[in-house]
T-cell receptor, first 112, second 113 residues
Framework: RKEVEQDPGPFNVPEGATVAFNCTYSNSASQSFFWYRQDCRKEPKLLMSVYSSGNEDGRFTAQLNRASQYISLLIRDSKLSDSATYLCVAKGLTGGGNKLTFGTGTQLKVEL | NAGVTQTPKFQVLKTGQSMTLQCAQDMNHNSMYWYRQDPGMGLRLIYYSASEGTTDKGEVPNGYNVSRLNKREFSLRLESAAPSQTSVYFC????????????FGPGTRLLVL
């Protein structure tokens, strides 16, 4: 079982739709979680951190469910520019410490 | 302020050839990292340098060596390239090893024939 698992997609949604991705992680000891965004053939960039109390940044909401060991990302009012791959990231998963473990990503395509 | 820069952008090697990937950051960060990204595998840590003067193995270090030349620069060397090292290589940096935000370079696409 992968340490961080994501549905690879693609999720094809119309502009203006609401879309949600989930990500599961294997080690309950993991300390922190994040969502990174990666555009096609570009480098990953931090989108937002995920807190136990939830985290909202404009149209983006991230949630953490420690009991079920998953995190989620909700995107409201999708824009064409949201088309990208979203990487779920856990910190302190492997061997503790501060290493980041990346999921393989979920691809989102927002269409007219 | 260029952030994290990597050279070269693309490279084709023959099996057994060697090369060095260069990475530099101008953000005065203490920690630097090398990852590889392969389809279906996600980003995997090859080596990291928590601070100038230190380097440590990551998840997939075999076949690679690194040098933290100074605070700004962190290079990755393939001594004898193999087709299994065909990948996209990303360098990243963070203020320190405990900070969660890592800033990535644009990547190097490497093909080993």
């Amino acid at each position: 079982r992968k340490e961080v698992e994501q549905d690879p997609g693609p999720f094809n949604v119309p502009e203006g739709a609401t879309v949600a991705f989930n990500c599961t992680y294997s080690n309950s000891a993991s300390q922190s979680f994040f969502w990174y965004r990666q555009d096609c053939r570009k480098e990953p960039k931090l989108l937002m951190s995920v807190y136990s109390s939830g985290n909202e940044d404009g149209r983006f909401t991230a949630q953490l469910n420690r009991a079920s060991q998953y995190i989620s990302l909700l995107i409201r009012d999708s824009k064409l520019s949201d088309s990208a791959t979203y990487l779920c990231v856990a910190k302190g998963l492997t061997g503790g410490g501060n290493k980041l473990t990346f999921g393989t990503g979920t691809q989102l395509k927002v269409e007219l | 302020n260029a952030g994290v820069t990597q050279t070269p952008k693309f490279q084709v090697l023959k099996t057994g050839q060697s090369m060095t990937l260069q990475c530099a950051q101008d953000m005065n960060h203490n920690s630097m990292y090398w990852y590889r990204q392969d389809p279906g595998m996600g980003l995997r840590l090859i080596y990291y340098s928590a601070s100038e003067g230190t380097t440590d193995k990551g998840e997939v270090p075999n076949g690679y060596n690194v040098s933290r030349l100074n605070k700004r620069e962190f290079s990755l060397r393939l001594e004898s390239a193999a087709p299994s090292q065909t990948s996209v290589y990303f360098c990243a940096s963070s203020f320190d090893y405990y900070q969660e935000t890592q800033y990535f370079g644009p990547g190097t696409r490497l093909l080993v024939l």
